[in-house]
C-alpha cells in the first residue's frame, strides 16, 4: 500500500506592533440613561475608517452629532500619527491598558506610547465601531466596542475589544481608563493552509524502487490542499492515493487524510521544526492489520525536499527506514503557473 501522510502543527503569529493599544471611539451619555451608540455611516466616514454601530436603536439628533465628533476627532488622530492629540482624549491622570496588561498611566506615558507606535507603523489605520455605551450616575459612562487597525496597505488587520470609562468634563467625555483584549477573528482554513501552499503543483521522485508522481491543488472552496499519488514500481500495477490536507479548528492543527486504490487509508497530524516537520502517523491496511511511522521533512529549497519515514511498524513487525529526495517537476512548455503565493513545502510519503 502506498501511504502518504501530510500534516503541520501551526499556531497563529502576532506581530509586534499588536501588542500596542490604540484609541478607541467616543461614547456618550445623555442624562442618566443607558444608550447604544447609533450612528448611520456616511460613505465618507467609511472611506475614513469610521464605522457605525448597530442601527436598530434610534439616537437624537444631537446624540448622534455628538459621537460623530468625537468618532472623527479619535480617527483623525490616530490616522495623522498624532500621538499628542491620542492622548489629548484621555483624562490628564487617565490610564490605557493594553491587551498583556501593560499600564500606561497619564497623558505623557501615553504620548510616548503612540510616538513609539507610529515610528514603527508610520502608515497605520484605524477603524472603529462602538456597540454599547451605558451610564453610570450623571458624570460617567462606560462604553464598549471593538476596533481594527492595519500596520500598512495590504496587511493583516488587528481587532481589539476595549471597555473604556469616560468621566464627563464640561461637554466633553474624556477617558479616565481604557483596556483592550485580544478579539482577532478566527483565522479561516485557508489562511493556515498557506504555509503549505508552495505543495501546489507537481512533483516527482525517481528512486531504484520505483517512481511516484505527485500532484496538489486547491480545493475549489479553498478550505482544503488536494493530493493525487500514482506509484510505479517495476511491471506491477500502478497504486494511486488521493489526499485532503484541511485546518482542525478545535485542536489547531493541520491534519492529512489519505486513501489508496487498495482500500487502506491513513491520517497524519503534523508539528513543526526548525527546518521542516514531523510527524506521528497511523495507517489502517487492506488486511485490517495496522502500521505506523514517524515521518519528518527536511526542506533543502523551493524545488527540493527529504523525507524520512522511521520508526516503522507493518502489522505488528518492524520495517527498515528510508529516505527520499522529492523534486519538484518542471513545467511544461506553454503551461500556466496555477499556484496560490506560498511558503514551503510539505509533503510526506510514507511506504509500506
Known sequence: MNVVKTGLRSGRQGAAWLLLAALMPAGVMVGAEVQSVV??????????????????????????????????????????ADPAGVAALFMEKGELVDEN???????????????????????????????????????LAVEEGVRQITAEAGAAEAQMRYIAVRDKVGDKWPIASYREFADDPAPTAEEMLQPLSFLVGDWVDESPEGRTAISYRWSEDGNYILGDYVLSVGGQPES???????????EGVLRSWTFDSDGGFSHGEWTPIDNGW??????????????????????????????????????????????LVIARKPPQPGAAAAAKPAATPVVVPAGK
Request: overall charge negative.
Open 278 to 323: 514531523v510527524a506521528k502517523t497511523e495507517a489502517t491496511m487492506p488486511d485490517a492489520s495496522t502500521a505506523s511511522a514517524t515521518v519528518t521533512l527536511l526542506v533543502k529549497d523551493q524545488d527540493h525536499f527529504v523525507v524520512r519515514s522511521t520508526d516503522r511498524i507493518v502489522a505488528g513487525g518492524e520495517e527498515p527506514d528510508f529516505e
Open 240 to 250: 494511486k492515493s488521493v489526499q485532503r490536507i484541511g485546518w482542525d479548528p478545535v
Open 39 to 80: 450612528v448611520p455611516a456616511k460613505a465618507a466616514d467609511v472611506a475614513a475608517g469610521v464605522a457605525a454601530g448597530p442601527a436598530d436603536v434610534a439616537a437624537s439628533p444631537e446624540f448622534a452629532a455628538m459621537i460623530r465628533r468625537e468618532m472623527e476627532a479619535t480617527v483623525k488622530a490616530f490616522n495623522a
Open 101 to 139: 496588561g501593560n499600564v500606561y498611566t497619564g497623558r505623557a506615558e501615553i504620548t510616548a506610547l503612540f510616538k513609539a507606535f507610529f515610528e514603527k507603523f508610520p502608515k497605520a489605520v484605524m477603524a472603529m465601531e462602538v456597540t454599547s455605551v451605558r451610564s453610570i450616575g450623571d458624570s
